[in-house]
């Protein structure tokens, strides 16, 4: 396969795969109200391989393995710490079998590293020794297993979002970071996202600080994902000022209810193309697709779209 390197220093434009957790969901398997989509490699491997395949034929050229929230530390809450390892092996293999069964041109492999805690915690993200070594464990599995990249996924907290990203670093992958964001009261500001507390004012980071106070020396792209679909362009305005590569965004639609997902006021295809094709034209993104509550017809619009771009 071409070298991702390649294609972005190629100014081509990438089709990531849109929202895994809620997609598996949207086809009637429940979600964990620890680890969320976490067990369902485990107990429903067959519709987390079709949800791959399904986006692989959308027109997805990166799909993301289900390890969003498959961390030690997330496992250990409903006492499965100790199958962190195979349970992660599992997570690639399943989309490397998917591409392997479909996809006919070249077709990369992620793993997700996130900032997601176990979902019952009083905590918004994780942090602490402990915690360090489960991503650094974690990264070491999705590189052993064969992943073609890292995503760091729902990056919104200065200390957490440090440990996961020097981890995926450390494999010598390439990492692409996605920053959650949300809009401050006023309305102007943007800060970090929030969804356990919403209080912007005591606990959110302002974004231009905390991108201040990262290290992401080494990390081949960055931008914005799990953040509304009206709030993506300002956030990449603020990202753009202090990162100089390759841009990436992929919003979330729909609502969250924790653990489950609302499939309501989602975004029509049409338009979350329109938006998405914004992105592109005013903020010179390379990488796009979705997140949350958006599925394989998000995609395969995407694909149109950018088949056409530039005509």
Not at 99 to 105: F, G, K, M, S
Not at 179 to 206: C, E
Request: charged share 20%; proline share 4%.
């Amino acid at each position: 396969m071409t070298p991702l390197s390649e294609r972005l220093d190629n100014h081509e434009l990438l089709l990531l795969d849109g929202g895994v957790s809620t997609e598996i969901r949207r086809r009637g398997v429940a979600l964990d109200e620890n680890v969320w989509s976490g067990l369902t490699t485990k107990t429903h491997p067959d519709e987390v391989r079709a949800v791959h395949e399904d986006y692989i034929r959308a027109g997805a050229q990166v799909i993301t393995a289900n390890t969003y929230s498959t961390a030690r530390h997330v496992l250990e809450s409903i006492n499965l710490g100790h199958e962190a390892k195979l349970l992660n092996l599992k997570s690639v293999q399943l989309a490397q079998q998917a591409r392997d069964a479909v996809a006919e041109d070249d077709v990369y492999v992620a793993g997700s590293m996130s900032s997601m805690p176990p979902l019952t915690s009083q905590y918004e993200v994780a942090t602490g020794e402990h915690v360090e070594s489960s991503y650094r464990e974690l990264a070491a599995v999705l590189a052993e297993a064969g992943v073609d990249l890292i995503i760091c996924e729902m990056m919104r907290d200065v200390e957490n979002a440090g440990i996961v990203i020097a981890a995926a670093l450390a494999t010598g992958l390439p990492v692409w970071i996605g920053y959650s964001t949300m809009m401050a009261d006023n309305g102007v500001d943007v800060r970090s996202l929030r969804w356990k507390n919403r209080d912007d004012t005591t606990t959110a980071h302002d974004f231009d600080q905390m991108l201040e106070q990262l290290d992401t020396a080494g990390a081949q792209a960055a931008g914005i994902m799990h953040t509304r679909v009206e709030q993506v362009a300002p956030a990449l305005e603020v990202l753009a000022r202090q990162w100089p590569g390759p841009l990436l965004a992929y919003a979330e639609t729909g609502n969250l209810v924790l653990p489950d997902f609302h499939f309501d006021e989602l975004y029509p295809p049409a338009d979350y193309t329109a938006v998405v094709r914004s992105w592109i034209d005013d903020h010179g993104v390379q990488i796009v697709g979705g997140c949350c509550g958006t599925g394989p017809e998000h995609i395969r619009a995407l694909k149109e779209m950018l088949a056409a771009y530039g005509d």
